[in-house]
């Protein structure tokens, strides 16, 4: 199924990309996560129902819609461009129709990512290729000083995960990698084609903190 089928399976319009005009080099395009790549990931990385998934840079949503309809959580997307939030929220109105008002646990804000703050209840954290390194520190600062207050494991989902990601997270902080996957079909040509999943577990920080 191409990514228009499955865009009109959950009666959502997320295909195409988005630039910005006057370009900041912090923030980046739009552009959503490849349906394919979407199935490869989840089919080997489950969450439960209890999850919080936060997806920093959400566009038009097309990961909150996908996440919940195949796991029942819930999703936040956090989104700057005003424009890409009002398609969001047309999308989610659609989304509700086909699912008959069950979607109450998708949400959307538009908001600097850098701003979010981070519930307690939030665990899965992804991002796309969102924004700059030093915008992703402070994101990763917020939700470690979320998880000094209250306790629990999470994630760190990267896709397309570029070297200063990845640097970061190895280097500078708790997290460690969980696993890879690779986006079949496109991995050959492209070795940005996959996932990596980091995780924090419960307490772990903590006693990072005093090593
Ligand atoms: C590559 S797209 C990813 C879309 C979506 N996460 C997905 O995977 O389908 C990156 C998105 O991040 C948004 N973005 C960039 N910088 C941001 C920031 N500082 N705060 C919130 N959103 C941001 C862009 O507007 C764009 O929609």
């Not at 009109?8 to 394919?36: C, D, F, M």
Request: aromatic residues 14%.
């Amino acid at each position: 199924m191409n990514d228009k089928d499955y865009d009109r399976l959950l009666r959502i319009k997320t295909v195409g990309t988005r630039e910005w005009q006057n370009q900041s080099s912090h923030y980046n395009r739009y552009e959503a996560t490849p349906y394919l790549a979407l199935d490869e990931l989840f089919d080997d990385y489950e969450l439960e129902r209890t999850d919080g998934v936060v997806d920093f840079g959400c566009g038009k949503g097309r990961l909150a819609f996908y996440l919940h309809n195949r796991f029942q959580v819930s999703v936040t997307g956090i989104e700057m461009s005003v424009q890409l939030y009002q398609e969001a929220l047309e999308n989610q109105a659609s989304y509700r129709e086909k699912t008959r008002g069950s979607n109450d646990t998708v949400r959307f804000e538009c908001c600097l990512a850098e701003d979010y703050k981070v519930e307690s209840t939030d665990n899965r954290f992804y991002f796309f290729n969102p924004f700059s390194i030093q915008i992703f520190r402070k994101v990763i600062d917020t939700i470690l000083r979320s998880v000094e207050k209250q306790k629990r494991a999470v994630d760190i989902v990267l896709y397309y995960p570029t070297a200063d990601y990845i640097q970061f997270l190895e280097n500078r902080t708790p997290f460690e990698l969980l696993k890879e996957v690779k986006v079949p079909g496109l991995y050959d040509r492209n070795d940005n084609e996959r996932f990596l999943v980091f995780r924090l577990g419960e307490g772990e920080y903590e006693q990072a903190q005093s090593t």
